[in-house]
């Protein structure tokens, strides 16, 4: 069982006040704005949760905003984030504190834990770094820097692991300072005490730590078993009819529901992605599509697949009848200009650029 002497990271918060970053969220501490925050926070790194910070309080600046969002604008303000589920689940929360807490962020553990979205980090999170109440926290950062200050020699993610970080982290929390400790831990972690090359020699927790008196920093946290990644080859096309674009809504319930796409799917095998296109299509709306040319190969990952996304512009013979969906609830037949305010996965946005940049759908305007 590791020592914990509170004093040993007694230099913790003058450091902190030296080196912190200067976020948005830093500047008031608005129980809102650190709530968007922390949600955007995970999964996410801190330069590009910043930009979205900053884009997504500027369209709604507080919950009231945000509960009477569409869906489809939270989604557009959220793309490219991933993790839809995260942008869905703050608009479902918002509406929950308009109906229960006038509209505010609430400022106890059990309200908060009840709302989508939030889990036992989140909710410490908010109420320590918003409202300033005695609430240890454990996030990925915290649990390297404690990993390798006290040397703990199992895998941080190991639920015997995660009880003792939790432990660690309200031993060590220095009364009626939680918001500066713990926002110090997560900033030590994120600058300093980095998953590759932590920097010992700028560390003011040095004098204390375990895992550099013992020269084992790079071996600790200790590795976790890997996820295994998987590969995926899917095929989707552009139909376009008279300068429009068709595309359809993912059902809700599935892991890009609420957004936009262009029909497509998995290739099976001895398919070329050619026929899968005109096989999906077929099967998720009726069309008999064919190839008219093939536009671009996009590689890109989400969770633990990899994913080769095989694009090809499409065309239908005579005039487009009604869709029959299986996989979606809506459809249109979209302009240019229609589809900038939709939102798309990644991998359907990145084709999107493409078209763009190469102004191959007139009146689509390449990103910056
Ligand atoms: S001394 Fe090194 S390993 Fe220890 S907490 Fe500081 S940066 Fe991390």
Redesign the pocket.
């Known amino acids: 069982m590791p020592r914990t002497d509170p004093a040993a990271l007694s230099a913790l918060l003058p450091w902190f006040a030296a080196h912190r970053r200067p976020l948005p969220w830093r500047q008031d501490y608005r129980p809102y704005h650190v709530w968007i925050s922390e949600i955007m926070l995970q999964q996410t790194q801190m330069d590009r949760a910043v930009d979205y910070f900053l884009r997504w309080t500027g369209r709604l600046p507080d919950v009231a905003a945000v509960a009477a969002a569409r869906e489809d604008e939270v989604l557009r303000l959220w793309e490219g984030l991933g993790y839809y589920s995260r942008a869905r689940n703050l608009r479902a929360a918002a509406r929950v504190m308009m109906e229960r807490h006038g509209g505010r962020v609430p400022d106890s553990r059990d309200a908060l834990l009840a709302l989508p979205g939030v889990g036992r980090y989140t909710a410490a999170a908010v109420l320590s770094i918003a409202y300033g109440h005695d609430e240890p926290l454990v996030d990925a950062n915290v649990a390297?820097?404690f990993c390798?200050?006290f040397d703990l020699d199992a895998p941080a993610g190991e639920a015997a692991t995660r009880r003792e970080l939790w432990r660690l982290a309200g031993e060590l929390l220095p009364p009626g300072r939680a918001r500066d400790h713990n926002q110090a831990l997560m900033e030590?972690g994120a600058l300093?005490?980095t998953p590759r090359g932590?920097?010992?020699d700028?560390?003011?927790?040095?004098p204390a730590?375990e895992?550099?008196r013992l020269d084992i920093?790079a071996h600790?946290p200790v590795p976790g078993r890997k996820k295994d990644i998987t590969p995926l080859t899917l095929a989707t096309g552009v139909l376009t009819h008279r300068g429009r674009v068709f595309v359809q809504k993912r059902a809700p319930g599935d892991v890009w529901g609420g957004l936009w796409e262009f029909p497509g799917g998995g290739v099976e095998p001895g398919e070329t992605p050619a026929q899968a296109v005109v096989r999906e299509y077929m099967e998720e709306t009726g069309f008999c599509v064919r190839v008219t040319a093939p536009l671009t190969v996009i590689r890109h990952g989400y969770t633990r697949f990899r994913v080769t996304l095989n694009c090809f512009a499409l065309a239908l013979d005579g005039e487009p009848p009604p869709p029959v969906l299986t996989e979606a609830v809506q459809w249109r037949w979209a302009s240019p200009g229609e589809l900038e305010g939709l939102a798309f996965p990644a991998g359907h946005r990145k084709l999107l650029d493409w078209l763009a940049a190469r102004e191959l759908l007139p009146g689509l305007a390449a990103r910056a």
């Open positions: 390297r820097v390798r200050l030590l300093v005490c932590p920097r010992c700028a560390c003011p927790l040095a730590c895992a550099r920093a600790r």
